[in-house]
């Protein structure tokens, strides 16, 4: 039996803004539980934010996966829309051109998190 898993993608729009898109990465049976295909990275990043963190627009510096280790990000796109990532959501940030996305700390805690680089 097939399941998936959830991964936010933040992207760019042919209107220059970046937008929000759930999508579901397939997993398929394994002997230890579900598993996905094999995806290609090019380097994995540890990063640690403070909870002052409050980044005003900004593009993703690369096409990366971001995996929220503890703490949570608020993520801000140019039509206001806003979402919260919490500790173990994973996103898929791709708006590398355009306005960009603002991000912030939540509630004042800081946030280590993985970057997984795709290019």
């Not at 397939?26 to 002052?52: C, H, K, M």
């Amino acid at each position: 039996m097939a399941t998936t898993m959830k991964v936010t993608r933040l992207y760019t729009g042919d209107d220059g803004q970046s937008h929000f898109e759930d999508i579901e990465v397939e997993l398929g049976p394994n002997r230890v539980g579900q598993i996905s295909e094999r995806f290609d990275a090019t380097g994995l990043i540890f990063r640690e934010t403070s909870g002052a963190y409050d980044y005003d627009f900004h593009n993703a510096p690369r096409r990366q996966y971001i995996v929220n280790l503890d703490g949570a990000v608020e993520i801000t796109v140019g039509s206001g829309e806003k979402r919260v990532l919490e500790a173990g959501e994973v996103f898929l940030a791709e708006d590398t051109t355009g306005q960009g996305h603002i991000s912030k700390a939540v509630n004042g805690k800081v946030r280590h998190s993985l970057f997984i680089t795709l290019d």
